[in-house]
């Protein structure tokens, strides 16, 4: 059975621009939530999306955007990048709140 | 709203020896606890997770952890820890409401160092 799959693994961005990352959650898993672990804040819940809604949201400003395909599939937005954006991207999915399953992550570099 | 507190930042052990990370929550709602360790350059596996039943939890690699409900902790624990064993470790909450669905609070992490 195939995992979270988020793509692309390593980005470098220049400060002003926007990104795109993509997850795949497993098959049969229709919630898909993200998450941003940096070193000085940790891990911070970004937002969920289940059957192609927003069910929940963390504090985040607007330029973090996402939403979810009707195959689950996401993806998440950061418009107009800054230096302190730079973090690992998890992504995570759950077939229900019993433990979310991660992917091995993007890991974004602002410049 | 929920809290996490690791409240080892890194534990140092040597290969063999017992160790125990512990994690305290607050939270006002009834909650799922769960464990994942990080390795380096990777994202997190779920070692384990108390949803209800029995408050011992065992993983299949060793470790275990009890939920206390009184004393609002679910510390981790592994008799005889080896090499592999080292990474950073989280504990994470979740509100058992459904309609929250797969939020997670996390702690600090504490950092696993395990030497020869």
């Known amino acids: 059975k195939a995992g979270v799959t988020q793509t692309p693994r390593y980005l470098i961005k220049t400060r002003g621009q926007q990104v795109t990352l993509s997850c795949s959650p497993i098959?049969?898993?229709?919630?898909v939530s993200w998450y941003q672990q940096t070193p000085g804040q940790g891990l911070q819940f970004l937002f969920e999306?289940?059957?192609?809604?927003?069910?929940n949201k963390g504090n985040f400003p607007g330029r973090f955007s996402g939403r979810q395909f009707s195959n689950s599939r996401s993806e998440m937005n950061v418009s107009t990048l800054e230096l302190g954006d730079s973090a690992l991207y998890l992504c995570?999915?759950?077939?229900?709140?019993?433990?979310?399953?991660f992917g091995s992550g993007t890991r974004l570099t602002v410049v | 709203a929920q809290s996490v507190t690791q409240l080892d930042s890194q534990v140092p052990v040597f290969e063999e020896a017992p160790v125990e990370l512990r994690c305290n929550y607050s939270s006002s709602v009834s909650v799922y606890l769960f464990w994942y360790v990080q390795y380096p350059n990777q994202g997190l596996q779920l070692l384990l997770k108390?949803?209800?039943?029995?408050?011992l939890v065992e993983s299949i690699n060793g470790f275990e952890a009890e939920f206390n409900k009184s004393q609002t902790s679910f510390h981790l624990r592994k008799p005889s820890v080896h090499i592999s064993d080292t990474a950073e470790y989280f504990c994470a909450v979740s509100d058992r409401n459904q309609t929250s669905g797969s939020r997670l609070t996390f702690g600090e992490g504490t950092q696993l160092t395990v030497n020869p």
């Open positions: 999306y289940f059957s192609e809604t927003q069910r």
């Open positions: 995570a999915s759950s077939r229900w709140s019993g433990g979310p399953t």
């Open positions: 098959s049969g898993h229709r919630s």
């Open positions: 108390y949803l209800s039943g029995s408050t």
